[in-house]
């Protein structure tokens, strides 16, 4: 037994001893392949270096007002970015997502915001955000869902697909959040993914102090938005905001990637083009240990151009300011208690420059962002544009077209008289008497301008016919854009093609509806200023336009300068421009304005308007231009339910104050509310 226990040990040694020696051999051969054969070769790659190369984000472009105010400009900041050369990579989903929670609870402790447009609420039980249906049915074609998956399918499967079923279900909705934005815009080893931006400069050093834990973590130097006054042209200047897939197809063909920022409304999104800039190409080398050992600009990038606007701030922070004023006093008045909202512009009579676009109530482009869901769901809407997108009955403020049509066609001339005795008894056999504000008694185009008299309109407009009416509105822009660069409504103007497009018929009296600014009439703000603007420079419509002047940052170089583009000459005689302005004199001199202008400093032009709707008091028209014997600023104001026109003059009042410079004189004017030496028709 012994014998063979020996025997049996003595071979064990010989097998170990012959294995041992066999690795030492390969072991002695590898080395020398290593060493004397490749040799040479394996020191090059020991000694070869990473060369990557990076594109380096182009400063944006600042928005400055006509007098280089500035609207929207740059600082500089912080932004957490994560590098995918050194960030663990996706299948050490621990070392991941133990990063990731790591900066959020910094984040958290600041109270700072991180990058998460995942549909999904942040907390059990889960629920899709509401607002956010083509997000959610992106989500649900990633993930291979039906339509009809809920927000705890998607959750189980994004648990799924990041192998995440370590994690607590509230943690791991924190981490998806974060993988889910990395995949969306693209992270690779040449497109770094951004964390958060605009992180406080405590959150920064946090994040340098806790370094060796959180490998690939990087802070960058960026540009970010400010606004010097956020609350003053946020409906002009417009947001910005990330790119999303579906833009993101026809956007990279001009460079973009999906970690970029772009304009998403108003002249940020209109003028993207001119502000975005052009990026630059970086090469950084890296040595084996990772170290950075040369940075090179292979190609540096270029600002965006620097964008004046036509708007003056000043005006445009008057206009505003006077606007809140003026409804929380009609606010006051029996006449216009329910006064809620309104719109205004004012537009350059010989440019179309618009010098102002104010929509109230206003709201803050700093925290646009941070107060979108209150924004979108306070009842008065302040994120919808009333100064180019809401549309209104212009009431008698289109009278002047009715006027200016007759005129030119022969139907009245300035001797012509029609006379008031309140009710229009043209179609009394069919039971339809439509009444005046007054008994006016005999009036001509001028008085009836002047004391805004709907009777001589009525009875002007029949005879002039809708077809007429019409083709004269036309000339003047009403139911066209502007020409404005960012998104207008183009208005209805009635007519008899427009009803029967809706299977209606159109009658007899519709016609004299719509020629006092009645009936399916429908116009902006800004179309009623450029309206007015055109017969207060003798007949010749402008294009509106918000861009005055584009300049090359770097080298002050005009791109575009300062124009005036005619987009149709009217042909209205001379004679006839000259009596709807004598008619416009009169109304501020003695007619329904004179409680705001008869007393002024320049002479003007103006017509007031109380424009019916179908719930609520009528709401308040006014539309002016000055000075009356060199026209040089039109302005048109809208405020629903203020009652009636006439209330609204203190607005444009305020407006040409700041514009001719009597500002510190405006507390010495008359009101509408004060005592008044002459009788004051309302209108």
Known sequence: ?????????????????????????????????????????????????????????????????????????????????????????????????????????????????????????????????????????????DLRLNTYATADNCMDALIGKYKLTFLPKEKARLVIGVMYEMDLRGFSLTVQYTFARDVSLETVAKVKENSLDLPGVDIKLETFREYPEGDLAPNIIGVLGPIYREEYDKLKEKGYSLNDILGKSGIEKAMEDYLRGKKGIRQIVQNPQGIITQITEEKPALPGNSLYLTIDANIQRVALKSMQENIERIKKTSSGADATVGGLAVVDVKTGEVLALVSYPSYDLSTYYENYSALANDPYSPLFDRSIRATYPPGSTFKMVTAMAALETGVIDKNSIVTCQRYYRYYESSGYTPKCIGYHGPENVIDALSHSCNIFFYDVGRRTGIDTLNEYAVKFGFGQPTGL????????????????????????????????????????????????????????????HLVREIKEFSTGNVVKGPYSKAVVETGISAGTIDLVKQGMLAAAKSGTAAGTFRNYKVNVGAKTGSAQVPNGTANGVFVAFAPYENPEIAVAIVVEHAGAGSVLGPIARDIFDEYFGFNKQADNYQNPASDSPVTVPVD
């Open 1 to 141: 037994m012994d014998i063979f226990d020996d025997k049996f040990e003595f071979n064990r040694k010989r097998v170990m001893i012959a294995i041992a020696a066999a690795v030492l051999v390969i072991f002695i051969a590898r080395l020398f392949e290593f060493q004397i054969v490749k040799g040479a070769y394996y020191r090059e790659q020991t000694m070869r270096q990473t060369v990557r190369t990076m594109t380096v984000d182009a400063a944006r472009g600042e928005i400055f007002d006509r007098n280089g105010i500035p609207l929207a400009v740059n600082r500089t900041g912080y932004a957490i970015i994560f590098d995918k050369p050194f960030f663990p990579e996706r299948r050490q989903a621990e070392e991941q997502s133990r990063i990731i929670l790591t900066l959020i609870e910094l984040l958290s402790e600041s109270g700072e915001e991180w990058i998460d447009t995942l549909p999904i609420t942040k907390e059990p039980p889960f629920e899709f955000e509401a607002g956010k249906d083509s997000e959610i049915a992106a989500l649900k074609k």
């Open 485 to 544: 660069e960012i998104p207008e409504s183009k208005g209805l103007l009635a007519s008899r093609v427009e009803r029967e497009k809706n299977g209606q018929r159109w009658n007899p009296g519709d016609t004299i509806l719509a020629a006092i600014g009645q009936s399916d009439n429908m116009f902006t703000p800004l179309q009623l200023a450029n309206y007015v603007a055109s017969i207060a420079n003798g007949g010749t419509r402008y294009e509106a």
